[in-house]
């Protein structure tokens, strides 16, 4: 419901689907908050809230302590930021994902077993059914690329990894 | 390459399996072979050039154009693609911008504690030499230059091989191929047309998009240096010759709080990101994914996913992922 939301707040929804999405906004409480921290977001990001508010919720977040360690985390009133911004994350990668599952660029790896010799699938498989989800194998490459000590040689040509990526998903 | 200069280099990759202990005791950098490749660093960094490149995996080729130049406070670089989606990234120092027109998205990427040039080159050729045999091969042209081939050979199953192709005058690297153990080429990159020094305008080096909208995300990586060691993260082995150069806390996709440690042998780098559980959604199920020379690989560890990527074969991604643990 989410990526519909985001359609609609982006001005992409017409007609029937409009008027349907109006329904739903108008009797779903948790669209209704999603509603409201996208326009926060957008706001935030074209630089419509005052400084002062904007500079708090930053000294906030940096005082938030990272919790790195694999125990459940508590709940309470200073993760609320974060649940509505991972749960407006989540529905962006939502959307990422419907597009990116027909990405021709990733090839899903049969399993390894027993570090065995790497194996090559010889044609690229439409869905990855296991593995990464691809929106994320992205993320995650783009955030490993300035690592890659080939770009010492090849300067920012390697960013390119990834774009083709983002050409099979616009095919689709 | 000539049918003779390839069996010369590549048989004993070839026949990896079997003489892998020997060839690598035998196999010598030749000192020219290493001084190449310090070149080529070099000419990355200190030359001015601007040129269209292509870049080919699999069954698919992109065309993109790159523009670098070296000013007083240090390089800019401008890199766009022309084929397909557009996407643009643009580094001046040690800040990566990637402006993503596709998804309305900006990202903005700085190396906390990136060590500068030349101060990092000793190092790396060090490390380089260490896991890669190097070899002068034959003069070859590419995109209208006489070039110098270099390869570099593994030294064992857990990297891939390179041919290099460098400018004979300037050292500026033109041509890169990635083969994998079988020697079947992964991925190559080759500029078709380049145009080193001379003046080139201000203006290539301008981000197009972005201030066609306001209607961007934009995601920081907002890195900084950190101690996973100390807070319980420790990889318990890892493929000879790689060893950690970066230890950070980030934000990826939009999800703050993510290790993010880096291994290299002076080559090929391999990241693993430590992230908490609850960012997945839905939950993936582990596994690997593969694109050209990048393998990617995901597995969980109590409430957080690890997820490895890099320019390795699968068997190291994974070997560096069981290798995670967690110790408190």
Redesign the interface.
Known sequence: MKEKLSAFI?GELQGDGLHEHLGRLRADPELQRAWDTYHL??DA??GQISLGIAARVVAR?REEP????????KKGASGRL?WY??S???S???V?FVVWTAS?????????AG?A????VGA?VAT???????????????????????S??????????G?????????K | MTPAFASRVWQPVRILPFLLPISAAIAQTEPSALQWLQRIYAATEKLSYSGTFVYQQGQQVETSRITHVVEASGPRERLETLDGVPREIIRTGDEVVCYLPASLTVKIDKQPGRRPFPAILTEQLKDVSENYTIRKGEIERVGGYRCQVLALEPKDRMRYGHRLWADLNTGMLLKAKTFDEKNELLEQFAFTQLKIGGPIGRDQLKARYFRESRDWRVEDSGATRANLAAAGWTIRSRPTGFRTVAELIRTVGGVGGVGHIVLSDGLAAISVFIEPATSKHPAPQPGLVRQGAINVYMRPIGSYWITVVGEAPAESVKYVADAVEYRK
């Open positions: 982006d977001i957008g990001l074209r977040l990272t919790v790195l360690a694999p125990q459940p985390q974060g911004l991972m407006a994350a989540a962006i990668a939502a990422a021709p660029g990733w090839r899903a790896e049969p399993q390894l570090g010799a790497s194996t090559t690229p990855l059914a296991s593995g990464v989800p691809p929106p994320e194998v992205e993320n995650y490459l783009l955030a490993h690329q300035p690592y890659s000590h080939t010492a040689m090849q300067g920012i040509a390697t960013y390119v990894r774009a083709s990526d983002e050409r099979g998903a616009a095919r």
